[in-house]
């Protein structure tokens, strides 16, 4: 199956496609992070305590990550050999994308931004001293608050999430053709969906981050 | 009395494959705007010639635009700023007096530099051989319209059937991928009635030989087709994934 190039872009393609299913799950997730700290937390324990659940989930994430990394890692690294020499002057035929372009980067950008997002929450201590706000012990709710009053943290994310906008806006309609879906009429469309929704996703997670920074801690504890 | 111009040319000279090559500039003073891109090149290969130069060396064949032989990558485009046009058919109208073209040959791993503006393609032909046809038994030539075809697939077919191999979605492809070319000769096939019997072997094998020839992996920006001076649409790129993947699955 992956012997070849298109199979190996084909592997890239669906992995990458259940990495963007998670995101969108993740992302519904989050938002409960708006509905208060009630909500978002007894989801959080909610997942928790799926137990051998929870475990299938994170290693196949982390096989779909491995998998979509290392396919990617092949195929850019063979590409970059296939022309040795390059042009004197280049000037592609038509305008090449930048959410094309930096795929491999928006991509590595992503891989450094989940290292220190595991570390800050999946991988923290949900009810420990950082989970505290105005002397209430407000678990994972608390923890995300506190870490987003740094600013340094907010822009981190913020940068986080713009790769992840470039990534999707172009890897959602890329996934289409990889697959051999195209069409004169809808294939345009698709590529505006790409767009639009890359945009979303990442303008969703980058909305908690704001939110966080400029909500009063007043607001957190209901006082 | 014809408009001429006056030319800079940058051209890539290279005697052989091993040696190294070079840009040389060449002053072009009296173009005649209504030759074409080849013949403003022997104009200035008679030049050379007669100063006891090395001519220019540059594939060419029919000079319509029908055999696929001419191309090079002139001012970062593979046949020149004319879409749809082979470099055969470009004519030096498309430039303005005191302008400065650099020519430089196809870069990919898979087209070496054989010398000066021309490229060893012989890796089209193994990939052609390796699946670009029908398999038939030989006799009778058959009737006409025996088999039906619906106009829509026929015009499809045909479509990509008009790829003249000149490689300019390589030399585009910013991966130096051949995958344009590879899906047009699947296409051709797999769009008619007489390219079923051989339609999974046919997409793998063409596509094992694309891989063993070191072409790069397609990452859908479709340079090649607005590169292409036949306007192949990168549609037969999708046609092509589809049928690797069902292929893969039916054999499997
Ligand atoms: C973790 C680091 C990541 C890296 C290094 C990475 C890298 C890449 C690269 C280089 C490509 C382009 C492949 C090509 O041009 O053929 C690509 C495509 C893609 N990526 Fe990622 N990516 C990463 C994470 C993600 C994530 C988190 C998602 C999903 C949310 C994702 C979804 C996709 C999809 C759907 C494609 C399109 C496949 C296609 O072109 O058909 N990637 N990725
Ligand atoms: S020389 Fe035949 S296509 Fe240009």
Redesign the interface.
Known sequence: ?AS???????VVAITGLFLILFLIFHLSGNFLIYKGPDAFNAYAEFLENLGAIKWMARLGLIALFLIHIVFTAM?VI??R??????????????K??WA??L?PYTGSVILLYLIFHLLDYTLADHSGHNSIVNGQAMELYGLVYNSFQNPIRVAFYVIGMTAVGFHLT?AI??VM????????RYTPIIKRVSLVLGIAIAVGFASIPFYMMFMQSSCVTGG | MTKTISLTLKVWRQKSGNASGKFVTYQVPTVDVNASFLEMLDVLNEQLLLKGEDPIAFDHDCREGICGMCGAVVNGQPHGPQRKTTMCQLHMRQFQDGDTITIEPYRARALPVLRDLVVDRSAFDRVVQSGGYVSVKTGQAPDANAILIPKQDADLAMDAAQCIGCAACVAACPNASAMLFVSAKVSHFALLPQGQPERQNRVLEMLATMDRERFGNCSNEYQCGAACPKGISVSNIARMNRDYLSSKMRLS
């Open positions: 199956m070849s190039s298109i199979g190996k872009k084909q195929v063979d590409n050999k296939a022309r040795p020499q390059s042009y004197e002057v280049v000037k592609s035929v038509i090449r994308s094309t372009r795929m172009h309609q890329s053709q990889t697959f051999g879906f195209y069409h004169v």
